[in-house]
């Protein structure tokens, strides 16, 4: 599986984006699918997962992000919306080989390239 990140870029805070992460392969339907995000000097963390139909998310998101899939379109989606500049970091999407929720990075074993965000306030 091979995984294209997209859609970061500058916003204001208060303003919203919304990532993509479009996927190689015909079985996108059995991967779960995870956003992690990484600050400078710091590790990176789990935001959000899906596994199928069910999602499930970091605490310190409280609702503002959103996860989705399009499973025709081999493509999930990060809805991210009151933005804060703490919220200035690289995104990265990631997959794993079936259903089971996780969101420990080490189980995903397919990772795209980052895509910066970047909050200003």
């Known amino acids: 599986v091979q995984l294209q990140a997209s859609g970061g870029g500058l916003v204001q805070a208060g303003g919203s984006l919304r990532l993509s992460c479009a996927a190689s392969?015909?079985?996108?339907?059995?991967?779960?699918m995870g956003w992690f995000r990484q600050a400078p000097g710091k590790e990176r963390e789990f935001v959000t997962g899906i596994s199928g139909s069910t999602t499930y998310y970091a605490d310190f998101v409280k609702g503002r992000l959103t996860i989705s899939r399009d499973n025709a379109k081999n493509t999930v989606y990060l809805q991210m919306n009151s933005l804060k500049p703490e919220d200035t970091v690289v995104y990265y999407c990631?997959?794993?080989?079936?259903?089971?929720?996780?969101?420990?990075?080490?189980?995903?074993?397919?990772w795209g390239q980052g895509t910066q965000v970047t909050v200003s306030s």
């Open positions: 990631a997959a794993k080989y079936g259903a089971r929720p996780t969101g420990r990075g080490s189980d995903y074993g397919y």
């Open positions: 392969g015909r079985t996108f339907s059995s991967y779960t």
